[in-house]
Every structure is written in structure tokens, then in C-alpha cells.
């Protein structure tokens, strides 16, 4: 009897270590990157989409934004973006940082106002934008910026892309499959946790606080993929006790 209660514990305690191994919460979270420049933000969550993630940091005194995007493109030779959209919810309209290679194989950020899906031309956005660049390594591309928002703004919408291909220095056409399509949503500046809120949203408000982060810390609210990442490991917990009481 003793035999088969300790075998029953080892299968118990087995099944809990594959989980912890193979949980996508755990082992695929903002939380877990790191960059070259050992830069820490505020904020980060795990968007709900195209398998990207965004790290970020709001100074409400200055009234800017820090972010690094990172995603990796759709082919190994094409680009991702990360967008502020000031009027709408969607790609049209988007004030939008891309990262891409130059031919040279060098890594640049290049700006591009979205007025429509038919002209794709660089050009300036309609709010201030300092500290853009880009890198690239292990598959994966990361855009760095600050972005100038509105006084007090609360929120953004928030739009992200990736691509298969660059021609002549200009991104080619995304796919338009469900998880492209679905890339967006509100990045909520007050309360942190707002990169994977998927239902319409307001331009940013001119009414409200701002967040008083006051720049770069090391800690701090780190959106929905923290939240995910605290539910599951309640659960491994409750299954490390129910082994051993199972045991016992």
C-alpha cells in the first residue's frame, strides 16, 4: 500500500513539473526579457496577439512614453511595428515606428504615417519622437523609443504589426489573418494594465491624472501577463499540497 502511494506521489509531482516546464506563462513573458543595455521599464505585459510584448514606462510630468516593442517578424528578412493611433482604433490612421534592415543589414527605425493601406511613405508623425532604434538577435526585433503624448493623457490605442519583407526600404504587405487583424487595443497609462484590452477605445484624453511614475523604475504594475503568471502559479501550489496530502 505504502509502494503504491509513493508511486501515486512521484506521477503526481511528474505531472506538476511538466506543467511548470511547458506553461507558456512561465516561460514566455515580458517579465523573463531582458535588453543589451540592461534598460528596466515600469511597465510590461504580454500582448494578445501576433506572440509580441511591450515593455513601457509613462512620465506623466513630461507628458512622454518609453517603450520597447518586441516581436519577431513574420519571415527572418521582415519587420514589426508598434503604433500610436491619436483618431481610431485600427492600422489607418496610426502614427507608426517600424523596424526593418537596411540593405546593408543594419537595424533602423523609420516612421510612417498610416492615412490609408494603399500609400506607405515615410514621413514625420504628428507627435515628437526621440531615442528610436532597433535591434535584432535570435529571431526576435525590438523597437526602442520615446514618444511625446498629449497633456494628461490617461490611455492610447495602441496598434502592432508584423511583416514578411522589405522592398526597396519600404515594409510589403502584412497578412490580414485573424491574429493580424486582432492586433490592437488600449494601453492604459493610469493604471498599467491595459496593453490586452481588445474592446474599442478613445483617443487620448486630455481630462485626468497622469501615472506619477516619473520615468524608468524597476518596479511596478506589469500588466496582463504578470496576472496570468501569479493565477497559474496559485494552481501549481494547490496541486503541490493536494500530492502531498493525497501522500500523507
Not at 506521489?9 to 511538466?18: D, F, P
Request: net charge positive.
Amino acid at each position: 500500500m505504502a509502494s503504491l502511494r509513493f508511486t501515486s506521489l512521484l506521477v503526481c509531482l511528474s505531472s506538476l513539473t511538466v506543467l511548470l516546464l511547458i506553461s507558456p506563462s512561465q516561460s514566455l513573458t515580458c517579465t523573463s526579457q531582458n535588453f543589451t543595455n540592461r534598460h528596466v521599464y515600469t511597465n510590461c505585459t504580454d500582448l494578445h496577439s501576433l506572440n509580441a510584448y511591450l515593455h513601457w514606462s509613462h512620465n506623466s510630468t513630461t507628458s512622454s512614453l518609453s517603450i520597447a516593442f518586441v516581436a519577431a517578424p513574420a519571415k527572418s528578412d521582415g519587420w514589426i511595428a508598434w503604433a500610436v493611433n491619436p483618431t481610431g482604433t485600427g492600422m489607418v490612421g496610426a502614427q507608426a515606428l517600424v523596424a526593418l534592415k537596411r540593405s546593408d543589414g543594419s537595424m533602423a527605425v523609420d516612421t510612417f504615417n498610416i492615412s490609408s493601406y494603399r500609400s506607405i511613405v515615410k514621413s514625420n508623425l504628428s507627435f515628437a519622437v526621440s531615442a528610436a532604434r532597433a535591434e535584432s538577435s535570435g529571431g526576435v526585433m525590438r523597437i526602442f523609443a520615446t514618444i511625446a503624448l498629449p497633456e494628461k493623457a490617461t490611455a492610447v490605442n495602441q496598434v502592432w504589426q508584423v511583416g514578411p519583407s522589405v522592398t526597396g526600404g519600404l515594409p510589403d504587405k502584412h497578412d490580414f489573418l485573424p491574429a493580424n487583424l486582432n492586433a490592437k487595443g488600449t494601453l492604459e497609462l493610469v493604471t498599467g494594465s491595459g496593453a490586452d484590452t481588445r474592446s474599442p477605445a478613445l483617443a487620448p484624453s486630455p481630462a485626468g491624472t497622469g501615472s506619477g511614475s516619473g520615468g524608468d523604475k524597476s518596479a511596478g504594475n506589469n500588466g496582463g501577463a504578470s496576472r496570468i503568471g501569479k493565477s497559474n502559479f496559485g494552481f501549481y501550489v494547490f496541486l503541490f499540497i493536494v500530492c502531498f496530502v493525497f501522500y500523507f
